[in-house]
């Protein structure tokens, strides 16, 4: 496992972008991802770095249990992000826009990525921690992993 590759990241971030479906992973403990990303949850408990992500994934993560008709359990995840020591939730705003129009117009990104990565490139995060392939792509003055990549798959 790649555990010691993300210590290493986030030691060389101040803030870190982080993509809904690292949140996914680690409230819904996946088998593969949850002890992974556990070291970025402890780092923002710890206050060791600030977490930057976007209204959208307040929006994505409670997408899940609003369909299955679990709004305790939405009403829980919405109120455990809202309060999440050193972890800010920007909102999209018409700069967010115009920085993910920009980020859409050069890589040809989905909007919602687009708006995401534009949200933490603007809260100023050096890193993002992501699993999303297409986003890889992307050199805008960040660092970004995918958890994919910190997997040893002997």
Known sequence: MGRKDLTGFLARQKS????????????EDHPTYSLLVRPLFEALESGKI????????????LVHPKRSGKVMAA?????L????????IADIDKETADIASDLRAKYGIRPPDALQLAAVLQGGASGFITNDTQLKQVE????????????DRR
Do not use: A, H
């Open 50 to 61: 600030v977490g930057v992500t976007s209204v959208i994934t307040l929006m994505e993560i």
């Open 81 to 88: 992000l809202l309060t999440y020591p050193n972890l800010i």
């Open 140 to 151: 805008e003055g960040i660092e970004i992993v995918l958890l994919d990549d910190l997997i």
């Open 16 to 27: 870190v972008g982080i993509d809904t479906m690292v949140f996914i992973y680690y409230l």
């Open 75 to 79: 009403r829980d995840y919405q109120d």
